[in-house]
Structure formats: structure tokens, C-alpha cells
């Protein structure tokens, strides 16, 4: 019995700490330009293809195509912003929201279009196998990428507080219009802010493609995972956000293994439901 | 001053007209397909407008209304032999209630909040009906077919009487929305829509008005529901629950322009004959090459005209005089 919650909870562990980096791709882009980016589990699937590419071609192991997924992902949220976003950050209220859903609908079905919806999985990678640790097993892929994105979430961490470019990020999230006075040029940490949002959700998809179905629709339920995660971290809190993926990786985990697997994101989205009745701003939110 | 009176209600008269006599000129099904599909994501994006046009309750869970009300008539007819007509009130005031039992807890969440709120709880239900054997899971319900006849709010030889229904069904939330943005309550929700604080100041509950813009919206969502499982007579978790449905009622609202009373008419009058069309013209081996188009259209429309579809006409009409 003990033996089998441990599991679970690593299992749980495992899943929530790429929760955590796929949702602070998130949180920061809705901290600096209040939106919510509907296309960001699309990015996460894009992240997944390139990778799959990368390996199937090229024969490059998803463990090196990270950063060219982080490249790819931040070129891509840069002109999705450039030329769409930014079009409407001035318009009215959901302007941007709508604006989102069309990229998502559009990159979903051209993945469908061009790549056919069929599931996909890399045969393989470099990693793979079990490390037994006492009454535990650990997938090593999984653990690789659970390491993995700690340590970029730690990063960007770091980032934001101890780069000039990371405490203009900071600062626009508290306030844009005292940042514009200071000389921060809030553009440009828009359209940063939105590559490196994407670019940490396209390296959240080399890290879940060694282990994980690739297929045009598998962005959905992540995305929506992802949302909740923000939300119940307390919108724009990169800790949050860290805390929130954690605890929602653990609750599906146990909540599939003691009631029914078939409802595992049913119990995490009551779990957001109950948390925001009681703290409306989220658990660290403001 | 007769004549701007006139000029006022003539074009209203002169497109309800050509609407009511359209089947009779037009015979082929799927026009008429494509004008109920219209009529209903235009009466779904009416309800919503309600929630997200008045009273800045973003709602991307109006898909568990639209599934309540297509379930609840359907099992009731399947396994009660209740009337459809029935079924449809019992439906709209299930899914008021729980509306209501969902308002409460979220209707003092603000915003982004209140949006993914909206989308966890209609997940909820989307899974659970996904899982319920009672209303057979995934593989769905396929309604009994009964004699045609308006009572039996069944029809199999021709598509006008669902059309004349939809359009009356619309006709009526449209005067319902209009009722309601000239009222008491109208005016409240809009005042908690400007600011919380002035309007708990000024004594407005506005939890209860807001829960009240709840049921009405849920009401009306799941009288489209209804209608939907009579008319396709077939209905699943995934024709009727999930939340790309949520999202074209949201499309729908917003292109058209939120908070206006005609702009979900206008946007639905776009965007339903824009998906129908690719997808007949373009979708036919399931490429996702019609929805590639359509989210790429949906992008740009609303990039580079964010005022919504009627923001744009308005603005050309102003012009033009």
C-alpha cells in the first residue's frame, strides 16, 4: 500500500514539474499583457512535431533538439505577436482572446492537415528504461524531463530577477504605465515576454517527446491543464504557477489511482473549482 | 418624424420578411441546414451576451448548458415518454438550476477567473456524461423517431418547420435580451460590469442579478440544446458537450461585437455559413484543411478588425452618410 502511494506520488511529481514549466510559459505572458494565450497547448504540440521531425529525419535525439524546439517556439510567438497580438492590445476587452483562439484552431488543423491526425510516438530516444529505487520505479525519461524542466524553470527564475531584461519583465507585470515612465521600452517586453512564453512551452515539448503520443490534438488537455494551473496559482505568479503545476500533477495522479482513472481531470478541475471559492485570487495571487 | 420611424423598423421588416418566405424560394437541404445552424450559434451567442456582453461573465462552458438541455429531453423522451415540449423546459430549468448551483461559488470571481471557472466546470460534465452508463457513456443516444408532427417536435421529410421553430426560438431570446438590457437588471449589469466596488456601494446585489443573467443565459442554451438533439435526432458527449462548442459561441458573440443586442445575429450570420461552406467545399477527407482556413480567417478578421463585424459595419454606415 505504502509502496504504491510513493509511486504515485512520484509519478505525480514527475508529471507536475513539466505541468509547472509549461504554465509559466503561460502565466508570463498573461502577467505582462493580461492575456490568456489560448494557442499555447498548440505551441506545446509544435514543440512536440519539431522534435519528432528533428528525430525521424535527422535522426537528432529529442535531448539535442531542445533548443532548436526553444528557437523555433520563440521565433513563432514573436511574430504571432508582432503581427497579430499587438494589433489588438489597445482593442477592446477579449480582442486578444479571439485573436488567440484563431491561431489555435489555425496551428491545430494545419498539423492535422499536414501531418495527418495519426499518433506518433519516437521509437528509441537515447534515453529510455528504468532506474528501481527501493519499492519506486522511475522512468528515466520522465525523470530526465521532470529534472529538465526544474532546472528551466529555476532559470527563468533567475532571469527575472537578476537580469535587466528579466526585472523590465517584472516591472511591466506590476505596472506598465510607471514602467513606460522608467524608460522601459514595454513593446519590446511584450513581444519578448511572448517569445519566451512559447519558448519555454516548445522546450516543454522536447522534454514530454521522449515519452508521450505526438499527435495534432494532443496540445487540448494540456492546454486546458495548463490554464487551470495559471489560474490557481493566482494569474502572472511564476511561483505560483511552479506550485499550482506541482499540486495538479499530484492530485490527478492519486486522484486516478484511489477513485477512477477515467476521471483524473475531472477531480483537478474541481480541485481548481473548490480552491478559487474559498481564495477567488488563486493560492498566490494578488 | 413618421419618417424616421419608418426608416427605422423598414430594414427590420424588410429582413424578417425575406427570412420568413426563404423556404419557400429556397428547397435545397443544406442551405436551409446552414440558415438553422445560423439561427441557433446565433441564439447560443445571444444567451451568452447576456453573461459576457452585459455582465462581463466570460462564460466558455455555455457547451454544459447546450448538453444538458440535449440530454435531458432526450432521456426523458427515450426512457419517460415524456413530450419533447416538455422536455425542453425540463431541460432549461435543470440547466438553470445548475447554472445557479455553479453561480454561486464563481459569480464573485472576476474576469479570467470566471472564464476558466466556466471551462473547468464544463469538463466536468463533459466527462462525467463521458463516463455515465446511464445516458450510454460515449456511444450516445439516438432518438426514437416519432411520427412528424409539431407536437411531437419531430419533423422528417422537410427541414422548414425546424426552421420556422429556430427562427422563433431566436426571435424570442432576441426580445428576452432586449427586455433585459432596457430593465432594472440591465442596467445593474452593466453598473457591476464598470466597477464591483461603486455598484456594492450603491447597495446593487450584484450577485443576485448576476446569477439571475446566469439562468436566463443557461435557459436559453439549453432550449438550443433541445432543439439541436430533435433535429440531428442523435446526440453524444462529443456533438454536444465539448469545448470547441463553448468556443464558436464565444466566436460568435465576440465577432459580432459583445454587448450589442444584433451582434451575435451578425456574427453568427458569418461565421456559421464561413465553417459549413469550407467544410463542404474543402473538409471532405477530414484534412482539417476547412478549419485551417476558418481559424485563420477567425485571426485575422479579428486582428485587423477587433470592433467586432458590427463595429465594422456601423463604422462604414457612418461613413457612408
Known sequence: MYEQLAQQIVNGLLIGFLYSLIAIGLTMIWGVMNIINFAHGDFLMLGMFISFWLYTLYGLDPLFSIPICAGALFLLGLLIYRFLVSKVMTGPGLAQLVVTFGVSIFIANAAVYFWTPDFRMIQNPLLSGTWTLGAVDLSIPKAIASAGSVVVSFLVFLFLRKTKTGKAILATEMNRDSALLMGINTERVNALSFGIGSALVGIAGAFLSMYYYIYPQVGGTFGLISFCIVALGGFGSIEGAFVAGILIGIVQTLGGYFFDPAYKYAIVFAMYLVTVWIRPQGLLGW | MEKTAFRRIAPGAAVLAALLVFPHFVKGSFPMHVMIMTFMFAMLGVAW???????AMFSFGQAAFFGIGAYTSTILLMYYNVNPWIGLFAGGALAA???????????????????????????????QFNNWKFVAAAEGLSLPLLPASLRNFMFHTTKAPYYYIMLAFLALSLLLCRYVSTNRMGFYLRAVKESHEVAKGMGISFVRYRLYAIMISAFLTAMAGTFYAQYILYIDPESVLILPISVQIVLVAMLGGAGTILGPVIGAAILVPLSEYTRVWLGYKGTGLDMMIYGALIMLISAYQPKGVWGMLTSIGKRAK
Not at chain 2, 451576451?49 to 455582465?55: D, R, T
Not at chain 2, 474576469?111 to 466546470?121: K, N, Q, T, V
Open chain 2, 97 to 127: 438550476l445548475t447554472g445557479a448551483a455553479i453561480g454561486i461559488p464563481c459569480s464573485n470571481l472576476r474576469g479570467h477567473y470566471f472564464a476558466i471557472a466556466s471551462i473547468a466546470f464544463a469538463e466536468i460534465v463533459r466527462i
Open chain 2, 49 to 55: 451576451n447576456l453573461l459576457g456582453g452585459y455582465a
